[in-house]
């Protein structure tokens, strides 16, 4: 484990790298300063802390919600595969392969759960054939979403609507998923088979994911490295195991004893 | 009998015309959660420009396609000038921002084109035809035709095609459709073109029924009640909310009227409109909100 002080070297083979980067909101509301971080190829790695420490914002910045926030990144600058992304739109960036599944999965409710899988394709412009074969390998991933595929989003439980969110990124066909909160208001045996499919989805599919967690303990499981944040800091990061086993997160969390 | 249906069926026609406004509103509304306040100028400028073009000797379907191109320009000088300076404010802010923009579009119209009265003719007659011992009115049929056809076409757009679920994605969620690459402002200029071409379409109708003039604008306070009724999100909705508000009307008039006076017509669809806030505030095809429990 590492102090943040250190300056990060750009590493030549990282798929994102954040370079102290800050965000304001509605141009006077603090959101995250100094936040330098990166993601490796094919890696999962967990940005844990607390309700309010920056997670999402981090997230946001990175996939170019920041604007549609009424937010603004004010200083540093966000490399995507070696390109400066820090002012890329959403659209120039999911049709790079960088998608974000928000937070509270967001599905489109009045639509059916095969039309919320065919929005994520969209801005490639596929055929009608790549779109359907993009289709069968969704759900192959989720068979449940094929039995459900007729039925509207807005009507399937908390576990099949984090499924269908994270189908539509999948839709993208993308190389780096930011995945905010999947945990949030699910059973634990639900958050353990989402977890297990990112899992999956890495190993098999060669997939990179940035995800931000409350629930440390099973993000820490499956995540190769981890940043740890407090009020828009990073404090701490390093190898997942190193930060389970360190008094890193009980002091974010609950303060310095 | 034969009177009560003539009055009904009539009303139902003319509903249409109610339906063919309301369209528009739909579409926008739809699309980016506001009632579109400047709709009735669009219909306004539409009709006006085209009256124009043919009083100086332009054909029919050339003045058509010369009024569908302005249209879709002016919708690209309101995507750029006002939405696009607006993004992510409240819907009163945006609502606010098209009354202001009715009062320009309306003023533009009559600058361009001037004030005056235009009369339109489209080549359809006014006799009535005899159907089942009813008569009814052959431009009724002709306009409700031309409505019949303008939903399936819409129905076709939002339904089957990739910008329709793109468009029905942004009405639910416009965070989640920018997050997954919906480009808004591309899909906000398409809903404009098209609200502009029902705009048109409505323009040409009810310009040949009633004369192009400025009054036209005014007929966005019609739709309101058909809106309530139907629902803000439906094409359908609009469509049945103006034929019960057409056929409501007429029958109001004709059999309550006497009673009490007449002059029925012109307020009880706002009766009726707020009867339906009472019991079903998002009308009768709106989108309910999901939500589990």
């Known amino acids: 484990m590492s102090q943040t002080s250190e300056k990060l070297n750009p590493a030549a083979d990282a798929i994102l790298q954040l370079d102290n980067i800050e965000v304001i909101y509605e141009k006077v509301i603090f959101a995250i300063k100094h936040i330098s971080l990166q993601v490796g190829p094919q890696a999962i790695v967990a940005l844990l802390g607390a309700n309010g420490a920056g997670k999402s914002t981090i997230l946001k910045a990175i996939s170019g919600l920041i604007p549609a926030q009424r937010g603004e990144i004010v200083q540093g600058r966000i490399f995507y595969q070696g390109l400066d992304v820090t002012q890329a739109t959403p659209a120039q960036l999911v049709s790079q392969g960088l998608v974000q599944v928000l937070e509270g999965r967001h599905c489109f409710g009045h639509l059916t759960v095969e039309e919320n899988l065919l929005t994520g394709a969209f801005v490639r412009r596929p055929s009608a054939k790549v779109l359907s074969q993009e289709l069968e390998k969704v759900y192959n991933f989720f068979p449940r979403l094929k039995l459900l595929r007729k039925n509207h989003a807005g009507y399937t ?101 | 009998m034969n009177f009560f249906l003539e009055v009904f069926t009539g009303g139902l026609l003319a509903g249409v015309m109610y339906s063919l406004v309301a369209i528009g509103f739909v579409l926008i509304y739809k699309a980016s959660g506001v009632f579109n306040f400047a709709q009735g100028s669009m219909v306004l400028f539409a009709a006006l420009t085209f ?53 320009i579009v309306e003023g533009l119209a009559q600058a361009v084109w001037g004030a005056q009265v235009h009369a339109l003719d489209i080549g359809i ?152 806030l009472l019991v079903r505030p998002y009308g009768l095809f709106g989108d309910k909100a999901i939500e589990r429990v």
Not at chain 2, 183 to 201: H, M
């Open chain 1, 157 to 257: 439980s908390g576990g099949e609507q984090q499924m269908v969110a994270i189908g539509r990124a999948l839709m993208a066909n993308p190389k780096l998923i930011l995945l905010d909160e999947p945990s949030m208001g699910l059973a634990p045996q639900i958050v353990e088979e989402i977890f297990e499919i990112v899992h999956q989805l890495q190993q098999t599919q060669g997939l990179s994911f940035l995800l931000a967690e409350q629930n440390a303990t099973v993000a820490l499981r499956y995540a190769d490295y981890a940043y740890v944040l407090e009020s828009g800091h990073i404090t701490h990061h390093g190898d997942a195991q190193t930060i389970a086993s360190s008094q890193a997160l009980s002091d974010s969390y609950l303060g310095k004893q």
């Open chain 2, 125 to 276: 007659n006014d006799e009535p035809y005899e159907v089942f011992g009813i008569l009814l009115s052959q431009f009724d049929l002709f306009a409700a035709g031309i409505a019949g056809g303008l939903v399936a076409l819409l129905g076709f757009l939002f339904n089957k095609t990739r910008i329709g679920i793109s468009l029905r994605a942004v009405a639910d969620d416009q965070l989640a459709a920018l997050a997954v690459g919906i480009k808004l402002q591309r899909l906000w200029l398409i809903v404009w073109a098209v609200a502009g071409f029902v705009g048109l379409v409505a323009g040409i109708l009810w310009g040949a029924r009633v004369g192009v003039q400025f009054s036209l604008s005014l007929i966005v306070l019609k739709a309101l009640p058909v809106l309530i009724i139907g629902g803000f999100t439906s094409i359908e909705g609009a469509i049945v909310g103006g034929l019960i508000v057409g056929a409501s009307e007429k029958l109001a008039e004709v059999f309550i009227g006497p009673l009490i006076g007449g002059g029925i017509e012109n307020w009880f669809p706002y009766v009726l409109a707020m009867l339906f």
């Open chain 2, 51 to 103: 009256v124009s073009l043919v009083e100086r000797g332009i054909p029919f379907w050339g003045a058509f396609a010369i009024t569908l191109i302005t249209m879709a320009v002016l919708a690209w000088l309101i995507e750029v000038l006002v939405l696009r300076q607006l993004v992510n404010r409240s819907p009163i802010t945006l609502f606010m921002a098209t009354l202001g923009l009715s009062y």
